[in-house]
Each structure stands twice: as structure tokens, then as C-alpha cells.
């Protein structure tokens, strides 16, 4: 007897068909040949799953890629908080005097929440001590014609000040009265009356120089927060001190990497991203990623990394981060959420920027061999470029060789969100590249990149049957996606994500409401990403490409003409577009 089924029947219904072909099966019951051909249906979902997950372009599940990835030595980014640095405001007359030591619990502030998003919570991850900051200022050191003011000190633009004087104060400034800094250069300031019209640029006026001299005493420090909230430490489990490769769940998602403390017997273990290289007495540990966010601490064998005695697994963590943890503007996370009493308030004085979801599966699927590719070294402008994006916090990046003179290299990059990059993470994506040149011996410059902001006017041609208020939205927002230097990470996290995930990212970057209703109209204007190329430094956009990108991703339009930008647009190696003013006329 010979078997029914052939071996290319793979679905339920080839497989039915094979059974009712043969003509000792084809008067069999009927529930009998579809529970056959289910069961055959299912196996080969499950062959071509278990098929799938074993090669990098197709694996579908993040432990399954982590593993993959992990084989050429390349470790899938989780999400990464937003971070900067915030202004600290410390009363005039600290309870216990000068200096003023705040804990790293002291340091928690709260970002203000929208009517889609709660406070979001940033933390210091260690304590500062402040101290007493004064500095006298010559009555002729206040200009009253300019209103600025002469110092030897730099101030940041938000930073709290009292001025006090041995003589007569200059009419218009009172003392025991908080003024707040404007940074003209770095030995000049101008004062405002409050931390807004500080950040505006509004600056209070003094009519007379007044007398003496006039002490500016500081009252803000500045300390380098992250979007997180601190766990207790908990137990996730208890090893059995024998058994090798033990895995321990934490339940929570978005446990921030860097935050995670794992203590043994009042011992704190070390967290690795490989076992190569340990030994039997090596005290190491790994996490590993699941899709559904949550996170396992991970032992080895007693060979390449120690068994954990029979002891409770103490995990201490902080969790947090993604692309929303990003704090676009000035003075937005001005909420104080500690019990110092010395700590009167808060503010960044800069975008809050970095913060990142966890790497897409088809992403590191991409990166991946690139990393390999470069090799952990740093030799063409596609090595640093492939290992500044690995890094983190970046969407895009350009690497510039010998922008300032042989053997040095210009980097600038985007962060996630859009904007700038942080400083810090400027120097720090700096150091790892410069670390992973030949002999170190290339100097890398992380530079801060031009974003040239380019407004939209245009004459609009609908469509009969379309309206103009129903077409404006989507409209106005190809606009912004099309210039926007974070266009291209929402159109990659559609890719990824589908459409839900990308019209949130939308609505968090612009400031957009779109919601359930939009998305056939957005997933037509995502899709039409594909036909142009990805926004990047050193652009030049045709004017055939923004036409291409509007009239075939906006329903309704008959054709636009613009009289605002010039095109071609031409940016410089280090400089990328930015969307500016929208004004768009129907006709």
C-alpha cells in the first residue's frame, strides 16, 4: 500500500485533496479525512517555523534572532532611555548650610504627560554635592543700555540666580528675588524675571548701574537624569548550585541593561554579552531578551562561567526608555517627584534626546552582517557608520573622512526622535569609534550636524469630490514626514511595527492626533516612502521627488505647485533637512 499524500501536499486542503483522490479513502467519513489533513497542515506550519527560525533573514521571534545574531558576535539593542542634563534649583538657605549633598533618590523629576501619554519618570543614576557658587560683578559690569551683564563664570540659559550687593542694587533688580540666566556668550548673560521668558530669550531691564559690588550667588546645579523608574531589588528565583545554564524570568518589561544588578550571597555578579573568554570561577551572567519584552537572567555551564551556589538570584533593575521617553522641548520636565526639601525645582534647559524602542527584528537583520562586515574595527566611513548606528540613539548617521585634515573623521547623526544628539552620547559614540581605529590613531569629531529647517508653500489642486478640510491633515503631514529628518524612522518602524505603532510615533514627533479612522489614508502615504530615497546628510532633493511623495501618497490631490523651497535643495556634507512652516492653499 502506498501513501496517499504526496510529499509536496503541505496545506489543508492539498492534503484533503490527495486523501479523497485515492479511491480506497474517498468513501472514508469525512471528519475523519479533515482531522488527517489538519494534523498534515499544522506539522508543516511547524516544519517551516522551526525552518524559518534557524536563518537570520527569517526568524520571527527575538529570542530566535537574539541567538542568530549573537553567532556573529552582533547584540540586538533593547530600548534605550532618553537622557540630558537637568537644572537642580537649591534654596537660597539650604536646611544644613552649604555644600548640599543630594542621593540618587533625591534626583527624581516627572515630565509633563499629554492626553495619549502619562508623566513620564526620569532619575539620576548617582548622587551630586553642590556647593556654595558666588561671584562678584562690578557695579560697571551691568550695561543698562543692552541689559547684559559682565561675568567670569559661564551660566546655562534656566539657571537660578539671586544677586546681592555691598552697595546699591541696579534699579530694577531687588534682592532675595530669583532671576534666571540667559546665555549670551560664555562671559556674558542677560536676566529674566521667570524660567520662561528665560528660555524665550526675554530679557529684564535695568535703568542704573547702581553701586559697589553685586554678587550673582547660583542656584541651580545640573545633573544628568534618564527616563526610568527604579525597582526594588526582588528574588526571581533560587539556584540549585548543580545544574547548568540555569535561566531566571524578570516579568518586567523594559529592563533597562545598564541599570541590572544581580547579587548572589551578598556577592554582585558581572554582566557579560558572551561567555567566551570566562572561566570556571568566573562569577558572569547574561541577559537575554524575549519578545514579549520581559527578560531572563542567564548562567553558564561551570566551564565558561560559574554555577550560582544554592542562594536566592537578587535582581535590582530600572526599566523604562523607548522613543517616547524623548522630551523635545525646553522647561518639559520641570516637575520635582522627590522629598529633599533643599530641591525647589527643576527644568532642562535642552531637549531630552536618545531614547529608543528596542531594535527591530528586521533591523538587526540588516545590521547585523554589516557589523560583521566591519569586524569590531573602525576602517571605512561604512564600518564607523554600521558601528555609530549599532551603538544606539541613532537613526541616521554620516561618516566624513578627513573632514578636518588626514587621519581625522567627521561624524554627525540624528537621534532617535530627530534632532540632534545629546552631547553626551556625541562623546561617547566618539570614543567607542575612535577606540576601534587602527592603533586608535584616527581622531573622530562627533559633531552636532546642521539641521536647516524648510518651509512648505504650496497651491493645491484637488480632485473633484475630495475636500479640502479632509485632505489638509494628510497633506500637511507628507509635508512634514517628506523634510523631517525623522521621517525615515517612522516609515522603518511601519516596515517593522505596522501601521498602529507608526501613527503613534507620528503623533509623538508632531504633535499629531490621528487616530483608527486614519489609517488607510496613512498606511497609502507610509507606503509611498518606498519610491523616494531615505532622507540622509548631504542630501539633494529634486523637485520631481517631493511631487512623487505628495500627489501619490495624499488622496484627493490633483497636482501642487510650490513656490516654497527652491528646489534642488543641496545640504552640505554635515547638514540635513528639517521641516519648517506649512502653508498650503487650495485653488
Not at 516544519?47 to 547584540?75: C, K
Not at 495619549?116 to 557695579?139: C, D, H, L, M
Not at 536676566?191 to 559690588?213: I, K, V, W
Not at 528646489?567 to 554635515?574: E, Q, Y
Request: charged content about 10%; overall charge neutral; hydrophobic content about 40%.
Amino acid at each position: 500500500m502506498t501513501n496517499p499524500i504526496q510529499a509536496t501536499s503541505r496545506s489543508f486542503q492539498t492534503i484533503l485533496n490527495d486523501i479523497n483522490s485515492d479511491p480506497n479513502l474517498a468513501d472514508k467519513p469525512d471528519w475523519i479525512k479533515r482531522l488527517v489533513a489538519g494534523i498534515g497542515d499544522v506539522a508543516s506550519i511547524w516544519e517551516n517555523a522551526s525552518a524559518n527560525q534557524a536563518f537570520l533573514r527569517t526568524a520571527f521571534t527575538r529570542r530566535a534572532m537574539v541567538d542568530l545574531t549573537a553567532l556573529i558576535d552582533y547584540q540586538m539593542t533593547e530600548a534605550v532611555p532618553a537622557a540630558g542634563s537637568i537644572l537642580v534649583d537649591i534654596a537660597a538657605s539650604p536646611s544644613g548650610g552649604w555644600p548640599v549633598t543630594l542621593t540618587q533618590a533625591d534626583l527624581v523629576f516627572l515630565a509633563t504627560g499629554s492626553g495619549t501619554s502619562s508623566a513620564r519618570r526620569f532619575e539620576a543614576r548617582g548622587g551630586i554635592v553642590v556647593p556654595q557658587t558666588t561671584e562678584g560683578t562690578g557695579f560697571a559690569s551691568w550695561n543698562t543700555g543692552t541689559g547684559v551683564v559682565t561675568v567670569a563664570n559661564t551660566y546655562t540659559t534656566g539657571e537660578k540666580i539671586r544677586v546681592s550687593t555691598s552697595g546699591v542694587l541696579p534699579t530694577g533688580i531687588t534682592a532675595g528675588t530669583d532671576y534666571f540666566a540667559i546665555f549670551i556668550s560664555p562671559t556674558t548673560i542677560k536676566l529674566a524675571t521667570n524660567r520662561t521668558n528665560a528660555y524665550a530669550g526675554t530679557a529684564l531691564s535695568f535703568s542704573t548701574q547702581g553701586s559697589g559690588t553685586h554678587t550673582l550667588a547660583r542656584l541651580s546645579a545640573q545633573a544628568t537624569v534618564y527616563q526610568q523608574q527604579t525597582n526594588p531589588q526582588i528574588t526571581v528565583g533560587t539556584s540549585d548550585g548543580v545544574t547548568p545554564y540555569q535561566s531566571f524570568k524578570i516579568g518586567t518589561v523594559n529592563v533597562l541593561r545598564a541599570t541590572v544588578v544581580v547579587t548572589i550571597n551578598s556577592v554582585i555578579w558581572t554582566q557579560v554579552t558572551t561567555f567566551i573568554g570566562a572561566t570556571a570561577g568566573s562569577q558572569v551572567y547574561k541577559l537575554i531578551y524575549n519578545t514579549d519584552g520581559t527578560v531572563n537572567v542567564e548562567f553558564n555551564d561551570g566551564v565558561l562561567g560559574a554555577i550560582p551556589g544554592a542562594f536566592p538570584i537578587l535582581v535590582a533593575f530600572a526599566y523604562g526608555g523607548g522613543a517616547s521617553s524623548n522630551v523635545s522641548l525646553p522647561n518639559g520636565l520641570s516637575q520635582y517627584a522627590g522629598s529633599n526639601g533643599n530641591i525647589t525645582g527643576a527644568s532642562n534647559p535642552l531637549a531630552l534626546t536618545g531614547g529608543a524602542d528596542p531594535e527591530s527584528l528586521a533591523h538587526a537583520a540588516n545590521q547585523a552582517p554589516l557589523l560583521l562586515k566591519a569586524q569590531n574595527r573602525f576602517v571605512t566611513a561604512s564600518d564607523g557608520q554600521a558601528l555609530a548606528l549599532a551603538y544606539g540613539g541613532l537613526s541616521i548617521c554620516q561618516v566624513n573622512a578627513n573632514a578636518y585634515g588626514v587621519l581625522t573623521v567627521q561624524v554627525v547623526g540624528v537621534a532617535t526622535g530627530g534632532g540632534s544628539p545629546t552631547l553626551t552620547l556625541r562623546n561617547a559614540i566618539s570614543a567607542y569609534l575612535q577606540a576601534r581605529t587602527l592603533l586608535s590613531g584616527i581622531t573622530v569629531f562627533f559633531d552636532a550636524g546642521t539641521f536647516t529647517s524648510y518651509g512648505v508653500t504650496a497651491n493645491v489642486h484637488l480632485l473633484p469630490g475630495f475636500l479640502w478640510a479632509t485632505v489638509l491633515p494628510y497633506l500637511t503631514i507628507a509635508c512634514k514626514l517628506f523634510f523631517s529628518e525623522a521621517g525615515n524612522e517612522i516609515y522603518q518602524a511601519y516596515l517593522a511595527q505596522g501601521v498602529t505603532y507608526a501613527v503613534s510615533r507620528i503623533n509623538s514627533i508632531f504633535g499629531t492626533t490621528f487616530g483608527t479612522n486614519d489609517y488607510v489614508d496613512l498606511t497609502k502615504l507610509l507606503n509611498q516612502f518606498g519610491t523616494i530615497p531615505p532622507r540622509a546628510f548631504g542630501d539633494i532633493i529634486n523637485q520631481s521627488q517631493f511631487y512623487t511623495f505628495v500627489e501619490g501618497g495624499v488622496n484627493g490631490i490633483g497636482y501642487i505647485t510650490t513656490t516654497v523651497p527652491t528646489f534642488p535643495v543641496v545640504c552640505g556634507a554635515a547638514e540635513i533637512t528639517t521641516i519648517g512652516a506649512i502653508a498650503l492653499t487650495q485653488v
